[in-house]
């Protein structure tokens, strides 16, 4: 079953999703570009032709990886983003976007009194902060832009961004209609139909029309700089610990708790369940689940990320990251294991009981203790890199 599987029966999910991302993301209010790397590693990508396929009216870019559930890349704006980039001459693996852009320890958490009381936003990465990390780390400028469907003569000149990009030989992330981060790969028709690697339809292409997809689109612009592999590493991890002690973050409808607070005021939510109405039992189960299993999916990728760049730090940092992956990893098994149980965190309230709250609680509160250990760690392996770059 898919992290997602219960969504569909909670009303006005999307529109809040809309909502939150809408209003986080108008700062440029028909668009822009975020991002530009740092250190001078290469120049401007051209398109590769022999990746560009054209048959009758179809158009397509060969071998963009598919998506799906289930396959550690839960986190569909980076797992978008890795398969994006696969079919360019600069890659770039989950487990490096996970941990450059700080999702890989992010844990975040949105809660408010008032509607949207939850939101599945709340574990997400194509917000302004991680898509600017991102862009930084690996310079690829990132250019958003809103689907408007409501307007035909700027959704045709969103297709027509969408067809010179394929075109050279760049795919394209952007919502499908459930709200997950996809990726565009061809078009048939004159992008009247679009051709999508979708979370949901690993096998076979997603067709849609462009007045399907949400309401997001980010094309990958011009290769530029991309930051040393050091660098980004050191920000990511500088964003991680920035990320466990922020508290919070108001914007748009509500507020995003992060780290320590964001887990507490998670378990504040889960003790209250009984007072809530139906409606909003259901959607903190729903949004529970998502976030808990992208904690899961984060986790992992930060024990993979820490063990295969450990030797980019200086020697004295080696012991504090070797030792945070280790709990990182603890908690993502810790975690897991409670989840393939299918008796917490089930995404949906029927079967709700006092000892699965107590269960939910107690998982929580052991991530808790295990995510501020590893928080230690890395400011212990942040204060080596930093006394070893004063010498």
Same mark, same amino acid.
């Given at each position: 079953?898919?992290?997602?599987?219960?969504?569909?029966? &909670?009303?006005? +999910?999307?529109?809040?999703?809309?909502?939150?991302?809408?209003?986080?993301?108008?700062?440029?209010?028909?668009?822009?570009?975020?991002?530009?790397?740092?250190? !001078?590693?290469?120049?401007?990508?051209?398109?590769?032709?022999?990746? @560009?396929?054209?048959?009758?009216?179809?158009? #397509? =870019?060969?071998?963009?990886?598919?998506?799906?559930?289930?396959?550690?890349?839960?986190?569909?704006?980076?797992?978008?983003?890795?398969?994006?980039?696969?079919?360019?001459?600069?890659?770039?693996?989950?487990?490096?976007?996970?941990?450059?852009?700080?999702?890989? $320890?992010?844990?975040?958490?949105?809660?408010?009194?008032?509607? /949207?009381? #939850?939101?599945?936003?709340?574990?997400?990465?194509?917000?302004?902060?991680? =898509?600017?990390?991102?862009?930084?780390?690996?310079? #690829?400028?990132?250019?958003?832009?809103? @689907?408007?469907?409501?307007? /035909? !003569?700027?959704?045709?000149?969103?297709?027509?961004?969408?067809?010179?990009? &394929?075109?050279?030989?760049?795919? @394209?992330?952007?919502?499908? /209609?459930?709200?997950?981060?996809?990726?565009?790969?061809?078009?048939?028709?004159?992008?009247?139909?679009?051709?999508?690697?979708?979370? $949901?339809?690993?096998?076979?292409?997603?067709?849609?029309?462009?007045?399907?997809?949400?309401?997001?689109?980010?094309?990958?612009?011009?290769?530029?700089?991309?930051?040393?592999?050091?660098?980004?590493? &050191?920000?990511?991890?500088?964003?991680?610990?920035?990320? +466990?002690?922020?508290?919070?973050?108001?914007?748009?409808?509500?507020?995003? +708790?992060?780290?320590?607070?964001?887990?507490?005021? +998670?378990?504040?939510?889960?003790?209250?369940?009984?007072?809530?109405?139906?409606?909003?039992?259901?959607?903190?189960? $729903?949004?529970?689940?998502?976030?808990?299993?992208?904690? @899961?999916?984060?986790?992992?990728?930060?024990?993979?990320?820490?063990?295969?760049?450990?030797?980019?730090?200086?020697?004295?940092?080696?012991? /504090?990251?070797?030792?945070?992956?280790?709990?990182?990893?603890?908690?993502?098994?810790?975690?897991?294991?409670?989840?393939?149980?299918?008796?917490?965190?089930?995404?949906?309230?029927?079967? #709700?009981?006092?000892?699965?709250?107590?269960?939910?609680?107690?998982?929580?509160?052991?991530?808790?203790?295990?995510?501020?250990? !590893?928080?230690?760690?890395?400011?212990?392996?942040?204060?080596?890199?930093?006394?070893?770059?004063?010498?």
């Amino acid at each position: 079953m898919s992290p997602l599987s219960t969504v569909y029966t &909670i009303r006005g +999910w999307r529109s809040a999703l809309t909502a939150c991302f809408a209003l986080l993301l108008s700062t440029v209010a028909m668009g822009g570009e975020i991002g530009q790397g740092l250190a !001078a590693q290469g120049g401007e990508v051209t398109a590769t032709a022999s990746n @560009v396929k054209r048959e009758g009216g179809k158009v #397509w =870019i060969e071998g963009v990886p598919s998506l799906g559930w289930g396959k550690g890349r839960e986190c569909t704006f980076l797992g978008a983003l890795e398969a994006a980039t696969a079919v360019t001459d600069h890659p770039y693996k989950y487990e490096d976007l996970m941990g450059w852009s700080g999702m890989a $320890f992010r844990v975040r958490w949105f809660s408010r009194e008032g509607s /949207p009381r #939850w939101c599945p936003s709340s574990p997400v990465g194509e917000m302004e902060e991680e =898509i600017g990390a991102a862009a930084k780390a690996t310079g #690829w400028p990132l250019r958003f832009a809103f @689907v408007e469907k409501d307007d /035909p !003569a700027k959704l045709r000149s969103v297709t027509a961004d969408i067809v010179a990009s &394929i075109g050279a030989g760049r795919p @394209v992330l952007a919502y499908e /209609p459930k709200g997950n981060m996809d990726v565009v790969f061809g078009y048939e028709d004159d992008g009247k139909t679009l051709l999508l690697r979708d979370y $949901f339809k690993p096998d076979v292409p997603l067709k849609l029309a462009p007045s399907e997809l949400g309401f997001l689109t980010i094309s990958l612009g011009d290769f530029g700089a991309a930051m040393s592999r050091r660098d980004a590493m &050191i920000e990511g991890l500088r964003m991680a610990v920035r990320n +466990w002690r922020r508290e919070r973050f108001s914007e748009g409808p509500g507020e995003y +708790w992060y780290g320590d607070a964001a887990l507490a005021r +998670w378990l504040h939510d889960l003790r209250r369940f009984d007072d809530y109405s139906q409606e909003e039992k259901a959607s903190l189960c $729903f949004v529970g689940r998502w976030n808990y299993v992208s904690l @899961v999916d984060a986790r992992h990728a930060a024990a993979t990320f820490l063990r295969e760049n450990v030797s980019l730090l200086p020697e004295g940092a080696a012991g /504090p990251l070797a030792r945070a992956a280790g709990l990182y990893e603890q908690e993502a098994e810790l975690l897991g294991a409670a989840l393939a149980k299918r008796d917490v965190f089930t995404g949906s309230a029927e079967g #709700w009981s006092k000892d699965r709250q107590e269960r939910e609680c107690k998982l929580l509160a052991q991530a808790r203790s295990l995510e501020s250990a !590893a928080i230690t760690q890395l400011e212990l392996a942040l204060s080596a890199a930093n006394a070893a770059a004063t010498l």
